[in-house]
C-alpha cells in the first residue's frame, strides 16, 4: 500500500465509486494523492474527477493543477473531460468548451459508445452557451 502506485490507484477508487469498499471521499483522495505521488497516470485523472465532482472536496483549482499539462500530453479524452469541467467549475467556460470539444475529438477517435458521446456533446453545448466568461 504504502509504495505501490497501482494499489493505491486502485483503494483509492474502491473508496472512491463505493461498490468494493464504502464510498469515502477523504479515504478516496488520500490514497489517490498517494497513487500521484508514486506517479501513476490513473490516478491523476481518477483524483482530478474526485475534486470536481465530489461537494465534499470540491476543489477544481487543484484539479486543474493535477490534470493541466497531462491532459495535452496524452491527448485523453476522459483527462480533457475533466480538465473541461474543473474549469467550468472555475468560471472558465471558454477553456472548458475549447477541452471539451478535444475530449469528444479523442472519444471520436477511440470509438466511444454513443451515450458517452452524447453526454460529452451535451456539456460542451453548456459550456458554449454559458452568458459569461470569468477570466480573462
Do not use: C, F
Not at 477523504?26 to 506517479?39: D, N
Amino acid at each position: 500500500e504504502q509504495d505501490h502506485a497501482a494499489a493505491n490507484t486502485v483503494l483509492g477508487t474502491w473508496y472512491m465509486d463505493g461498490q468494493t469498499l464504502p464510498h469515502d471521499p477523504q479515504m478516496a483522495e488520500r490514497y489517490l494523492t498517494r497513487a500521484v505521488a508514486l506517479g501513476d497516470p490513473v490516478a491523476r485523472q481518477r483524483l482530478a474527477a474526485l475534486l470536481v465532482q465530489d461537494t465534499t472536496l470540491a476543489d477544481p483549482g487543484r484539479a486543474i493543477e493535477i490534470l493541466a499539462g497531462l491532459a495535452h500530453y496524452w491527448q485523453d479524452w476522459q483527462d480533457l473531460s475533466v480538465l473541461a469541467a474543473a474549469q467550468a467549475a472555475m468560471g472558465d467556460y471558454r477553456g472548458a468548451a475549447t477541452h471539451q470539444h478535444l475530449a469528444i475529438e479523442q472519444a471520436n477517435a477511440a470509438q466511444v459508445a454513443p451515450e458517452v458521446m452524447t453526454k460529452m456533446q451535451q456539456r460542451l453545448a453548456d459550456y458554449q452557451a454559458h452568458p459569461r466568461e470569468l477570466t480573462p
